[in-house]
């Protein structure tokens, strides 16, 4: 570390003008150690997007690569994007910054060719049911949507005229074979090995096997249309107009790059993706964007000091099954619906809280049974303490020593809100955050028929507002932590609800029912038997009908997979 014109430099990443937001965090820029987080300022008026001011006045501008939509989205993927929106949810609801998040999707590709063929469907209508089927695990998750989602069949433009610039310069060149090829000797190894260090000998895209490649590091930038291979499974072609590419379609890596530039230039704060993307993936977009601006300047790449397109790289780690990374390609995935039918969206929560989010994590059913211990804590810790303050407002002190056990578990009140807002600065640490938290409940359960309830009731607000800085749904009244899930439950009960009156209201209405006892008898076991039914197939709620005298309800409710 090395400091030039006041700016504290680390190796090949320079720290960003701007105010420090107070946090440090492992940058994939900077090997082996952290780096302090700070928010460009974005007076300059480069960047398209502006958002209202919060008490951090520079907003954050953020791209995470998206899903390939071809195939169901499993728990590996969900481990991703649930650690992105923990932290998100930590920089605007604790932080209080202001995001500005765009998602890339990758809508066409090889894979969703060969998935179009075998389902004889276009590839709009495969991508877009898994984009769909994506989007609908996120929100039963609870992840929150972007604010933006670019797709790269309604960004080709951008792309093309991307990549004509990154020629312009230079940077690429054509091989024997067609393809448009990003020249990685170009550019120059010290400004390519951003991420990874690599040599002339390093393989950079396995889609690329072209003997008239310069380097095996050079890769794609667009490809000619094949015309036996890029036919979707209704027999059209999957291929773009360009009069200075050809026809054809991009490559991968320069998708995201034009894409993210379309919202945000020249500039962005933090990337982020799983840390397979590191390499390859990030490396090249780096790469790209690199020449892209020096190409549009008219400039060149001056060694390590030039131009810096994105200031960080956050890449979640690996969700493992039996020590193998959980993939669609080794087949050793649990789909999202398939988690859901088993476990609680709270769950999966708890797991990326519980572990940090640049860290692996090998999925069994013991890890899952820890997250509902450590959940199990915090409701049941929330639930008797509401309980004690609802049955009693007094705050009397009825003991001499209840000032004593107070003032001891103040200081300890105090000491831990210190050390979560240290480890929330510290990368993000939400396991050593939360074991901080639960220090509080152990004392506060020791002490709780020994102190105030004034204490009592702003140790219990204090928890229920990280949790939801965390991403549960705390309410306040009915003390439980709400999910997405029992949300829909709800909205389905009350619906079901009016449609009940709805259907006494006809048949009340109706006088050819009264002069036929057994019609309606008939009509309001049906509607019985409806709501039943519906209660089951919709939210799968099983209600069985007991003997009244048994029981002081008529009635069993047993919860089944759905």
């Known amino acids: 570390m090395i400091k030039i014109n006041g700016l504290l430099r680390f190796s090949s990443w320079n720290t960003p003008i701007g105010k420090p937001s107070g946090i440090i965090v492992k940058n994939s820029l900077v090997k082996n150690k952290k780096v302090p987080l700070i928010i460009e300022n974005k007076s300059n008026?480069?960047?398209?997007?502006?958002?209202?001011?919060?008490?951090?006045?520079?907003?954050?501008?953020?791209?995470?690569?998206?899903?390939?939509?071809?195939?169901?989205?499993?728990?590996?993927h969900a481990r991703n994007y649930m650690s992105v929106d923990i932290i998100q949810r930590l920089l605007r609801d604790y932080f209080g910054y202001s995001l500005i998040h765009v998602m890339g999707m990758t809508d066409v590709d090889d894979k969703i060719i060969q998935k179009s063929q075998l389902e004889n469907k276009s590839t709009?209508?495969?991508?877009?049911?898994?984009?769909?089927?994506?989007?609908?695990?996120?929100?039963?998750?609870?992840?929150?949507?972007?604010?933006?989602?670019?797709?790269?069949?309604?960004?080709?433009?951008?792309?093309?005229?991307?990549?004509?610039?990154?020629?312009?310069?230079?940077?690429?060149?054509?091989?024997?074979?067609?393809?448009?090829?990003?020249?990685?000797?170009?550019?120059?190894?010290?400004?390519?090995?951003?991420?990874?260090?690599?040599?002339?000998?390093?393989?950079?895209?396995?889609?690329?096997?072209?003997?008239?490649?310069?380097?095996?590091?050079?890769?794609?930038?667009?490809?000619?249309?094949?015309?036996?291979?890029?036919?979707?499974?209704?027999?059209?072609?999957?291929?773009?107009?360009?009069?200075?590419?050809?026809?054809?379609?991009?490559?991968?890596?320069?998708?995201?790059?034009?894409?993210?530039?379309?919202?945000?230039?020249?500039?962005?704060?933090?990337h982020s993706g799983g840390i397979d993307l590191e390499f390859p993936?990030?490396?090249?977009?780096?790469?790209?964007?690199?020449?892209?601006?020096?190409?549009?300047?008219?400039?060149?790449?001056?060694?390590?000091?030039?131009?810096?397109?994105?200031?960080?790289?956050?890449?979640?780690?690996?969700?493992?099954?039996?020590?193998?990374?959980?993939?669609?390609?080794?087949?050793?995935?649990?789909?999202?619906?398939?988690?859901?039918?088993?476990?609680?969206?709270?769950?999966?929560?708890?797991?990326?809280?519980?572990?940090?989010?640049?860290?692996?994590?090998?999925?069994?059913?013991?890890?899952?049974?820890?997250?509902?211990?450590?959940?199990?804590?915090?409701?049941?810790?929330?639930?008797?303490?509401?309980?004690?303050?609802?049955?009693?407002?007094?705050?009397?002190i009825s003991k001499q020593n209840n000032f004593k056990n107070s003032q001891a578990l103040l200081n300890h009140f105090q000491k831990v809100q210190l050390d979560v807002h240290y480890h929330l600065c510290n990368d993000f640490d939400t396991p050593n955050a939360i074991e901080s938290l639960l220090s509080l409940i152990k004392l506060t359960n020791e002490y709780q028929s020994q102190i105030d309830n004034d204490l009592l009731y702003h140790i219990n607000q204090y928890i229920s507002s990280k949790l939801n800085v965390f991403g549960f749904q705390y309410n306040n009244n009915s003390n439980t932590i709400s999910t997405n899930t029992e949300t829909k439950e709800n909205e389905f009960l009350i619906e079901k609800l009016l449609d009940v009156r709805s259907h006494l209201r006809d048949l009340l209405k109706s006088k050819e029912i009264w002069d036929n006892p057994k019609e309606l008898k008939k009509k309001l076991y049906q509607l019985t038997d409806d709501i039943r039914d519906s209660c089951h197939n919709e939210i799968g709620l099983k209600v069985n009908d007991v003997n009244s005298s048994q029981t002081n309800k008529p009635y069993q409710i047993e919860r089944t997979n759905k």
């Not at 390519?192 to 096997?209: A, I, P």
């Not at 200031?311 to 969700?319: D, R, S, V």
């Open 45 to 76: 008026g480069d960047v398209t997007c502006s958002t209202n001011a919060t008490k951090n006045n520079d907003y954050i501008s953020w791209y995470t690569c998206g899903p390939t939509v071809y195939s169901n989205t499993h728990i590996g």
């Open 124 to 270: 709009t209508e495969i991508s877009k049911h898994y984009e769909n089927e994506f989007i609908s695990n996120m929100k039963a998750l609870g992840i929150q949507p972007p604010m933006f989602t670019t797709r790269v069949t309604e960004h080709m433009q951008e792309i093309i005229e991307y990549i004509k610039t990154i020629r312009e310069g230079g940077y690429s060149y054509q091989t024997k074979q067609g393809t448009i090829t990003f020249d990685v000797g170009k550019l120059g190894l010290k400004q390519y090995n951003k991420l990874r260090q690599t040599n002339e000998n390093s393989r950079s895209d396995e889609t690329l096997v072209d003997q008239s490649k310069k380097t095996p590091q050079d890769f794609v930038l667009w490809k000619p249309v094949k015309m036996e291979q890029d036919v979707d499974g209704i027999g059209n072609q999957v291929a773009w107009d360009s009069q200075d590419l050809g026809r054809g379609r991009p490559g991968w890596h320069i998708e995201c790059s034009a894409m993210i530039h379309s919202i945000f230039k020249d500039r962005l704060d933090i």
């Open 281 to 396: 993936h990030h490396q090249n977009e780096i790469a790209q964007c690199n020449a892209h601006f020096h190409s549009k300047n008219q400039s060149t790449s001056a060694g390590e000091d030039s131009y810096q397109w994105a200031n960080y790289f956050l890449h979640i780690g690996h969700l493992s099954i039996s020590g193998q990374k959980m993939s669609k390609s080794l087949k050793n995935f649990i789909s999202v619906d398939e988690y859901l039918q088993r476990h609680s969206a709270t769950s999966l929560r708890w797991m990326c809280l519980l572990n940090k989010y640049n860290e692996p994590i090998d999925y069994n059913e013991n890890v899952i049974e820890q997250c509902q211990i450590k959940e199990s804590k915090f409701k049941q810790f929330l639930e008797n303490n509401q309980q004690r303050l609802d049955q009693t407002f007094s705050s009397t």
